[in-house]
């Protein structure tokens, strides 16, 4: 399956997913197994995006997946334990960067959304876009950038980006009012109106 299918099919909600026969949510958030490891790398409140929910683990069946203690470079297995395909947990995070998405399963401790069914409280239809763009706004104005919160999106206070100045964007994001927005990496969204 391509990238971008995949990406667009875990975080859109999937009408029809049966709750029932999945098992049971095995743990709260910030609380998955044992007890955390310190994380070695701290994050910006604002390269997350907050949401709560559940998720499946979907792997090999009869294996699972890694905990990782970071989303970031230099991460470190959280515990020997593995999330096994078919089990349900409780997330309370997700962080983007340029090669893919992660999911935080409890306190410091992280897996790859690649290897997961989201049940997101928000249905943004996502795609990965790898281009460079051009703020185009009013001569001698920016325009904001927004964080993706559960029930839509906040301004990032301070945050403008001059017109004229150019931004890689990694993803690109269809709100279910059809608003399309680009991310520049982290929790950071701008509108599409307003680059070319």
């Known amino acids: 399956m391509k990238w971008g299918i995949k990406v667009a099919m875990l975080l859109a909600i999937t009408a029809g997913f049966a709750m029932a026969q999945q098992h049971a949510v095995q743990a709260a958030p910030n609380s998955l197994i044992g007890v955390p490891t310190p994380e070695q790398h701290q994050l910006n409140n604002d390269e997350l995006t907050p949401l709560n929910g559940v998720l499946t683990i979907k792997y090999h069946p009869g294996y699972g997946i ?13 515990t020997p334990h593995k999330l096994m395909t078919g089990t349900r947990w409780r997330y309370s995070a997700i962080y983007v960067d340029y090669v893919g998405w992660w999911v935080r399963v409890g306190q410091n401790q992280w897996i790859s959304m690649t290897y997961t069914n989201l049940e997101l409280p928000m249905s943004w239809h996502i795609t990965p876009y790898q281009k460079t763009v051009t703020i185009n ?15 839509g999106r906040t301004v990032i206070a301070g945050k403008t980006l001059p017109t004229g100045s150019h931004w890689r964007t990694w993803w690109q994001a269809v709100t279910p009012t059809g608003r399309v927005l680009y991310n520049l990496g982290g929790n950071q969204w701008i509108e599409q109106q307003y680059v070319k």
């Open 66 to 78: 890694a905990v990782w203690d970071t989303p970031l470079e230099g991460r470190k297995v959280a």
């Open 137 to 151: 706004y009013r001569k001698g104005y920016g325009i904001a950038m927004w964080q993706a919160v559960p029930t």
